[in-house]
């Protein structure tokens, strides 16, 4: 039954590669429009702990693109409901849900133990935050955000501090506060950050260390810069 959950993997896994997915952990921080999607795909990847971290819960302007949210579960936690989405997705994945947000005291317990983080969150200041614990327990970060027919991706290893050239001052929110958000740019975004987060559990792959990937949905451009 496992084996045939994962067959179309094969092809592009070796069955070393695949078979170990299920003994690796990742913690994804924000189970909204980036996270909810990345959740998904991880579950369906076959990962085999996913931690997922937010202290919100659905609301109606949600609806529109977090795939976790339904008219049934508003006021309901993001991250109950995404352990809840998990169990029905993939019952062999073990979800930990954490109904409260990442801050400086609860940052470390939360993130040990995970090989990779996976930054879907809408703070300026949590990202800096989630970057400065992250390079402290010597986990790789995959940052993503999005901002209406935008959006980017890069991941950070230990010791890049890549976030300080890209959010100098570190202070406000995301552009997506202004920009919006649609249903599409978190899809699209989010399974890249999925491309990365694989990419550093098999060992093998071009990450976008140091690069910046920036996406415009609007004319269909996709532009690798170099950062630090």
């Not at 990847?45 to 202290?55: E, F, N, R, V």
């Not at 529109?64 to 995404?82: D, V, Y």
């Amino acid at each position: 039954m496992i084996r045939e959950r994962y067959k179309r993997n094969s092809q592009m896994l070796t069955g070393e590669e695949n078979e170990s997915l299920s003994l690796r952990s990742v913690c994804v921080i924000g189970c909204g429009g980036l996270g909810g999607y990345v959740i998904e795909m991880l579950g369906r990847l076959g990962i085999g702990t996913i931690t997922a971290i937010d202290g919100d819960v659905f609301d109606e302007s949600n609806l529109n693109r977090q795939i976790l949210s339904h008219p049934g579960n508003l006021k309901k936690s993001k991250a109950e409901e995404a352990k809840a989405r998990m169990a029905l997705v993939n019952p062999y994945v073990k979800l930990n849900a954490i109904g409260k947000n990442l801050d400086e005291k609860n940052a470390d317990k939360l993130l040990s133990g995970s090989e990779v983080a996976v930054d879907a969150l809408d703070s300026i200041a949590a990202r800096i935050l989630l970057q400065e614990k992250t390079e402290k327990l010597g986990i790789p970060l995959v940052h993503g955000s999005i901002a209406g027919w935008y959006g980017q991706v890069t991941t950070i290893l230990p010791g890049d501090r890549t976030l300080e050239y890209l959010y100098p001052g570190h202070k406000g929110e995301g552009e997506e506060k202004i920009l919006g958000n649609p249903s599409f740019t978190p899809a699209l975004v989010a399974s890249l950050q999925v491309s990365e987060v694989l990419k550093i559990l098999i060992g093998r792959g071009t990450l976008l260390r140091k690069k910046l990937l920036i996406v415009n949905t609007l004319e269909q451009e996709f532009e690798t810069i170099e950062i630090n």
